[in-house]
């Protein structure tokens, strides 16, 4: 037989960084599994298939090595088991009874050897032989580092201690890949968005809940691996997004309540656990969103905080009758270009409001607003409501003078600086002033289905991981026309 006939044309895509993650999407997407062989004497057997992807990412998870097991230690934990000597006919029987059409193999070492389609070894038998095996097969080396990257690091920017981002405190290191614990996955990032709490996490205005915090908290990836428990939900290779609500406990008042954002004991990626500005993160199960196909990955990023935080703050203007509403926005970056969409599409009238009256100025205007003024300008109607989303706390008198009697004026940001005294009168009229804090999973998933049906598209500046420093930048000098992502893998 010649071996290099068995196997298929196409091409294993293992290279040099080809992680058992990789491995294991390779056996979802290509419908593989694995099949480890041992050698003895100059044959090479094979010892069973692996069929179960998720056992693959279990084993990663609990820091063992998979291919050691497959090496024959804990094979009673395989899916399906052959016999040390088992022929190629019967291990091509195990991938038909389990509808495998290809297996990766992998030696004992933990090369990757190569892809085989099950009909070329059916045509091929009866055996594997080592030396032709190995000799045909060129990622060999490459493969190799399956193995290696497992003990690898990631790559993750961390914040040592808040300063101003123009001292770039984030410092890029690696870190090891972190496991997820009890109902928790371990989601690998594509894209993350930066917004303006980042900030405030990276400068200090919000005080450091954890040392070393990785920050990030609109994170894009695909889950790759299950903690205990963490069953149900979500599966391994669904495409998620994790926001800033990471946790609560469940049982304060609040949550009690269904007030969950309000939960006197909540978890929030990226400040008080670490977040999407690293290539993985874990994340507990119940407090990811499931994507639309219809978002990539970078639009999807900024609708996980800036899109969300947007949505809650347009439900506490109170707004009933969205036709005739007149309503004003302040400032206009990552969440103000996504809730004027939703007040548009819901058929208000929106007044924006922004000290940029170059580039924010130009997309409000495109993205529909009726009129576009400076930070402080009157408007040239009684608004029904106003949303602040810049965190300037002088906003707030003339904003509050630009409400019609019994308005509503929502403080979207997490952090202001102080608001100035003003008169009575401008709140006299039963005029209210309420501030957004988080966000419900409610909230988040009925945001997420008005985002699909009112066709949000979101303005994004990309920026490569390693920039990520400029990003904060950027966003920080209003430089940024709608939202940053940053491109981790
Ligand atoms: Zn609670
Ligand atoms: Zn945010």
């Known amino acids: 037989m010649n071996v290099g006939e068995i196997m298929t044309t196409e091409p294993v895509r293992a290279t040099v960084k080809t992680s058992l993650h990789d491995v294991a999407q390779m056996m979802a997407d290509k419908d593989c599994g694995i099949v480890p062989v041992v050698e003895s004497e100059s044959r090479m057997a094979p010892v069973g298939v692996i069929t179960d992807r998720d056992l693959v990412l279990r084993t990663i998870a609990h820091n063992k090595n998979p291919l050691h097991m497959i090496a024959g230690e804990v094979m009673t934990e395989m899916v399906v088991t052959l016999k040390p000597d088992a022929s190629v006919e019967e291990c091509v029987k195990v991938m038909e009874n ?122 894009v990836g695909t889950i790759v691996a299950l903690g205990e428990d963490a069953v149900g939900k979500l599966a391994v290779g669904e495409r998620v997004g994790a926001a800033w609500l990471a946790a609560v406990c469940g049982t304060c008042k609040y949550c009690r309540a269904g007030l969950e954002n309000l939960c006197d004991r909540p978890e929030f990626n990226g400040w008080t656990r670490n977040g999407g500005f690293a290539e993985y993160m874990t994340a507990p199960i119940d407090f990811l969103y499931r994507l639309s196909a219809g978002f990539a990955d970078e639009h999807a990023a900024p609708l996980l905080c800036a899109g969300i935080i947007g949505y809650r703050a347009l439900r506490l203007t109170g707004i009933e009758n969205w ?54 300008d009157a408007p040239p109607v009684e608004l029904d409501a106003g949303i602040v989303f810049a965190p300037a706390g002088e906003i707030v008198p003339p904003a509050l003078a630009a409400l019609r009697k019994g308005g509503v004026l929502v403080l979207g940001g997490i952090h202001m600086s102080p608001i100035p005294e003003f008169e009575y009168r401008l709140l006299y009229g039963e005029r209210e002033i309420r501030s957004v804090a988080n966000n419900t999973r409610a909230d988040g998933d009925e945001f997420l289905e008005e985002a699909v049906r009112a066709g949000i598209r979101t303005s994004t500046v990309e920026y490569p991981f390693e920039r990520l420093p400029e990003a904060l930048i950027d966003l920080k000098h209003d430089a940024v026309r709608g939202a940053a992502v940053v491109m981790i893998r």
């Not at 055996?127 to 193995?147: G, K, M, Q």
């Not at 914040?159 to 109902?183: D, I, K, Q, T, Y």
């Not at 036709?323 to 924006?352: C, M, N, P, S, W």
Request: one cysteine or more.
């Open 98 to 219: 389990n509808q495998i059409r290809r297996v990766i193999v992998v030696n004992k070492d933990g090369d990757l050897l190569g892809i085989v389609a099950q009909a070329d070894i059916a045509r091929h038998a009866p055996a594997f032989e080592t030396a032709e095996l190995v000799r045909d097969l060129s990622v060999n080396a490459a493969a190799r580092s399956v193995v290696e990257e497992q003990e690898d690091k990631m790559r993750a920017f961390v914040l040592p201690a808040a300063r101003p981002v123009e001292e770039r405190p984030l410092s890029l290191s690696l870190l090891p890949v972190p496991r997820p614990g009890r109902r928790e996955v371990l989601v690998r990032v594509s894209v993350c968005g930066v917004c303006r709490t980042d900030l405030h996490v990276c400068e200090g205005e919000l005080e450091p809940r954890k040392g070393n915090v990785v920050p990030g908290h609109q994170a």
């Open 323 to 376: 036709k005739e509403a007149r309503l004003g926005i302040y400032g206009f970056g990552a969440a103000g270009h996504i809730a004027i969409q939703l007040a548009r599409h819901r058929g208000a009238g929106v007044y924006v409001m922004t000290r940029d009256r170059e580039r924010h100025a130009a997309l409000a205007r495109e993205l529909g607003a009726v009129w576009v003024g400076d930070t402080y």
